[in-house]
């Protein structure tokens, strides 16, 4: 979608299709993970469906801290907070942001955050959400405050980012998500929602290109080739 094509018709596949029709009886799309990511994808699309069945799935997911659990929770009840981001007039999802950003930051505030990504997902969700991330009170036991850790203590000189505090080499997804969650912070807004969609298509050009790398776990795995993309198709 933010390069301009049809997710509906994408070469005649229709992948907004194809993700609805793994929302379940519950409303619910999967584990929380799944949940967040389909309607980060399908506000996105601007898909008509059980929207509010989906919603209620998600809400009934958060438990009495204010936590998603999942495998990596914390990092779950960030996504958590971006995809719900776009619905906070509501009452109830309003609550349940509150919530989380309460839950996020009981944990911080105790524990830290122990990798990149962990500090990603809270940036991201946060500033999705407009709460203050620069402040003093996202500050740990350590002193180390939240935006200020990730940059000074997982950044190398490249600019790339480590998963862990101890890694010698930058990691591909420590990366990526870093730098997305530091532009969602500084913007006040998730680089998947539709606020960010309007900042970029502007921009885009009838005819665009596109540099395209796949990294694997242990290299890189089809080097990059740059592809021209042409709007609407």
Same mark, same amino acid.
Not at 43 to 56: F, V
Not at 128 to 150: A, P
Not at 191 to 211: I, Q, Y
């Given at each position: 979608?933010?390069?301009?094509?049809?997710?509906?018709?994408?070469?005649?596949?229709?992948?907004?299709?194809?993700?609805?029709?793994?929302?379940?009886?519950?409303? *619910?799309?999967?584990?929380?993970?799944?949940?967040?990511?389909?309607?980060?994808?399908?506000?996105?699309?601007?898909?008509?469906?059980?929207?509010?069945?989906?919603?209620?799935?998600?809400?009934?997911?958060?438990?009495?801290?204010?936590?998603?659990?999942?495998?990596?929770?914390?990092?779950?009840?960030?996504?958590?907070?971006?995809?719900?981001?776009?619905?906070?007039?509501?009452?109830?999802?309003?609550?349940?942001?509150?919530?989380? /950003?309460?839950?996020?930051?009981?944990?911080?505030?105790?524990?830290? /955050?122990?990798?990149?990504?962990? *500090?990603?997902?809270?940036?991201?969700?946060?500033?999705?959400?407009?709460?203050?991330?620069?402040? %003093?009170?996202?500050?740990?036991?350590?002193?180390?405050?939240?935006?200020?850790?990730?940059?000074?203590?997982?950044?190398?000189?490249?600019?790339?980012? !480590?998963?862990?505090?101890? %890694?010698?080499?930058?990691?591909?997804?420590?990366? %990526?998500?870093?730098?997305?969650?530091?532009?969602? !912070?500084?913007?006040?807004?998730?680089?998947?929602?539709?606020?960010?969609?309007?900042?970029?298509?502007?921009?885009?050009?009838?005819?665009?290109? !596109?540099?395209?790398?796949?990294?694997?776990?242990?290299?890189?795995?089809?080097?990059?080739?740059?592809?021209? !993309?042409?709007?609407?198709?």
């Amino acid at each position: 979608i933010h390069l301009g094509l049809d997710p509906t018709n994408l070469k005649t596949r229709n992948i907004v299709e194809d993700l609805l029709s793994k929302q379940g009886e519950s409303g *619910a799309f999967g584990l929380i993970n799944n949940d967040v990511f389909a309607l980060l994808a399908l506000d996105l699309a601007g898909a008509q469906y059980d929207q509010e069945k989906h919603l209620q799935a998600i809400l009934s997911m958060q438990d009495e801290t204010g936590i998603f659990p999942a495998w990596g929770s914390l990092d779950s009840t960030g996504w958590a907070l971006m995809a719900l981001a776009p619905h906070k007039e509501r009452e109830d999802v309003a609550q349940a942001i509150e919530r989380a /950003v309460n839950g996020l930051h009981a944990s911080y505030i105790e524990n830290g /955050v122990d990798n990149a990504n962990t *500090a990603a997902a809270f940036i991201s969700g946060l500033g999705s959400v407009g709460e203050n991330i620069f402040s %003093d009170k996202w500050t740990d036991w350590q002193g180390r405050q939240l935006v200020q850790h990730l940059v000074a203590d997982y950044q190398l000189e490249t600019g790339e980012f !480590v998963w862990k505090t101890t %890694d010698a080499k930058a990691n591909v997804a420590a990366t %990526d998500q870093s730098i997305i969650a530091l532009g969602d !912070v500084l913007n006040g807004y998730s680089s998947f929602s539709k606020e960010a969609l309007n900042k970029v298509r502007p921009t885009f050009d009838e005819t665009s290109t !596109v540099s395209v790398r796949v990294e694997g776990f242990k290299g890189q795995i089809a080097y990059e080739r740059n592809w021209p !993309v042409t709007k609407g198709q």
